[in-house]
């Protein structure tokens, strides 16, 4: 069986718990990429290109985080879904192994986030 401090019951109702609050954060993300969008075509119509060809890499990397946040709550729907399975098993190197994956994107999609604020804090200041 699964490790004995491993209880399916809590692990599935924090990933259900957490599927909410993915899919809150791409939709926000989501209005963002759009905004952006808009500023952008206002910035090329305006005859700004140079401005407009900075912000794109932005545009460019909210949409991957977007993107981040899609696979990681397929990620946990994944999980749930198979709970019943996983709790069967007794050798669950494969799922310990989607566990482990899963965990590490959370893990660099909040390390991309916590960049992300460092960087905008250093832009204020002028660095």
């Given amino acids: 069986m699964l490790h004995r401090s491993f209880k399916p019951a809590k692990c599935k109702t924090a990933l259900k718990l957490a599927i909410p609050r993915i899919k809150l954060m791409k939709n926000k993300r989501e209005a963002q990429v ?3 969008k808009r500023e952008l075509a206002q910035l090329l119509e305006s005859g700004q290109d140079q401005t407009a060809r900075i912000r794109v890499e932005h545009v460019v990397r909210e949409e991957k985080t977007v ?5 990681l709550g397929i990620y946990c729907e994944l999980i749930v879904a198979r709970m019943p399975i ?7 190197k494969i799922l310990s192994l989607v566990f482990q994956i899963s965990i590490l994107f959370a893990l660099l999609l909040q390390m991309h986030m916590e960049l992300g604020k460092l960087l905008s804090s250093l832009q204020m200041f002028g660095l």
């Fill in 86 to 92: 996983i709790e069967s098993q007794k050798c669950v």
């Fill in 34 to 36: 759009k905004q952006l």
């Fill in 67 to 71: 993107a981040a946040y899609n696979l």
